[in-house]
């Protein structure tokens, strides 16, 4: 039998029926989806949502998608995940293009994260808040993601994955039922796992009463700190990808990264030192230097390396 739209959005849980009148009311959660930004601001004079491209140096963005503009009249939730989920995509296949052999595993990772933090940020927002406004930043180095809100779980249980309550169960649903997030509580669990299998900088999460914000890095650990010079950086990643072995001497590294001397080794591991991203042991012979355990970084490849043992046995 034929449906009509008002029992369709019923279906879907888009509207309710009003015992009174017997005529369908929107939901608030479907208005803020679908709505026309005007409506929107009539019920949440705040709302606001907000997309920038910052390019390195400048202090002016370069890219913009806001309610703001009047070329979105349309504006809603929907909308800006469409517009600002396109832009990320174009900047994931520009920053992460693998050989064919690997079928660009690399894209279709950091997108599922990117499209889960787009997600995440917009189904939990706390609209009903004093300051309902969504952020988006995009960097050639991350994407920061910032709602209104503070996290409803701890961020162990957000790196893990695990069933959670979103803030707004109907958003989160109407995003399910487009296909545009993945099961419940598991959004975390990609995007950490995304940036350790591209061996990107791990995702960084604070939030507070006022609002949660996920940083997203699209380079890697070294290369996100503008301290480090190329010797310190090379030093680094060294140490990150052969993890395995907990410390390192001057002589083994020496012996490893050619072209450079051990006096040379010695002052870049003592910049790394201030950097509080490697750490020394022992004197005279027995010095030796590793990544700092207290490193965010070392600590997400253990809990990911785990993971991955988890779900293979």
């Keep these: 039998s034929m449906v009509s739209w008002e029992q369709f959005l019923d279906r879907i849980g888009a509207v309710e029926l009003d015992q009174k009148s017997g005529k369908y009311i929107l939901k608030k959660a479907t208005l803020l989806f679908f709505g026309r930004i005007n409506e929107i601001h009539k019920v949440y004079p705040k709302f606001h949502v907000d997309y920038f491209r910052k390019d390195p140096g400048s202090t002016r963005w370069s890219d913009r998608v806001t309610d703001d503009d009047l070329t979105f009249p349309e504006m809603n939730l929907y909308l800006f995940f469409n517009l600002v989920f396109e832009k990320l995509m174009a900047m994931t296949q520009n920053s992460f293009s693998l050989s064919a052999s690997q079928e660009r595993t690399g894209d279709r990772q950091m997108a599922t994260a990117f ?3 787009l997600v995440n940020a ?3 927002s706390d609209y009903d808040g004093p300051n309902p406004v969504v952020k988006i930043t995009a960097t050639s180095d991350y994407i920061l993601f910032e709602n209104p809100g503070i996290l409803l779980v701890n961020e162990e249980d957000y790196i893990h994955g695990g069933e959670t309550r979103p803030r707004n169960e109907r958003i989160m649903s109407l995003f399910r039922f487009l296909g545009l997030s993945e ?3 598991q959004g975390g669990a990609q995007i950490f796992s995304a940036a350790y299998m591209n061996k990107v900088r791990s995702p960084e999460i604070k939030t507070n009463l006022e609002k949660t914000e996920l940083k997203i890095w699209i380079i890697d650990l070294a290369d996100s700190y503008p301290a480090l010079g190329l010797n310190e950086k090379r030093i680094l990643k060294y140490m990150i990808l052969n993890n395995d072995t907990d410390t ?3 002589p083994e590294l020496d012996k490893k990264l050619t072209g450079l001397s051990a006096y040379q080794i010695r002052k870049c591991l003592g910049q790394l030192i201030s950097e509080g991203l490697v750490r020394k042991t022992g004197n005279g012979k027995n010095t030796r230097y590793g990544l700092n355990p207290n ?6 490849q253990q809990q990911m390396r785990l993971e991955q043992m988890r779900n293979a046995l």
């Design 248 to 250: 390192f001497s001057v």
């Design 295 to 300: 490193t965010h970084e070392k600590i997400t």
């Design 122 to 124: 917009l189904a939990h």
């Design 183 to 185: 099961r419940q509580g």
């Design 115 to 117: 499209r889960e933090a």
